[in-house]
């Protein structure tokens, strides 16, 4: 259990969603988790709040999760450029991050997701909230993210740019 992954803080915010804001949601959770610690330290339950710990999953699982999710949330303390946001980006789906580390070289705030304080739980709440109100925030962020990532992860464009560094160095 890497602490710097954030299970507390998706605990928290599931709270506030459940708790305060009163939204009916289910959050997936995938990997290899063991709750207890993050459980004991905030005395929240996952199972009390609507979180569903999935285990691993196959390539496959994590596709057509996030296909039917409505948003991604990554709420890592410490990060560089995560895989997953890579992954939900080119799927479509708009992503709520900490705003740590290199997380806002992948999502623009306002424009292809949200960024949030890693301290401020409650912000991220808002932030779902908000894209699970509208419809249309929702879905035009998600175009914007898959845009963005279908030219970051672009093979022929990146193969390009690592010849011109090479031819330049000779």
């Known amino acids: 259990n890497a602490s710097y992954k954030g299970f507390d803080l998706v605990l928290k915010i599931a709270d506030i969603l459940k708790n305060v804001m009163?939204?009916?949601?289910?959050w997936k959770v995938f990997g290899n988790l063991s709750p207890h610690f993050f459980e004991d330290i905030t005395n929240l339950?996952?199972?009390?709040?609507?979180?569903?710990?999935?285990?691993?999953?196959t390539a496959e699982q994590l596709r057509e999760a996030l296909l039917h999710c409505t948003v991604?949330?990554?709420?890592?303390?410490i990060e560089n450029s995560p895989n997953s946001i890579a992954e939900a980006q080119m799927l479509g789906v708009p992503v709520v991050a900490t705003n740590v580390g290199g997380t806002s070289s992948m999502v623009t705030h306002n424009e292809t997701g949200y960024l949030y304080p890693a301290t401020d739980p409650y912000i991220a709440a808002y932030y779902i909230k908000c894209l699970m109100d509208n419809h249309n925030i929702n879905i035009k962020f998600g175009e914007q993210a898959h845009n963005v990532a279908k030219l970051r992860h672009d093979k022929q464009a990146i193969t390009k740019r690592l010849r011109d560094i090479y031819n330049s160095s000779i």
């Open 45 to 57: 339950k996952h199972r009390d709040l609507n979180i569903h710990l999935c285990g691993v999953a």
């Open 22 to 26: 009163h939204i009916d949601f289910e």
């Open 72 to 77: 991604y949330v990554q709420p890592s303390y």
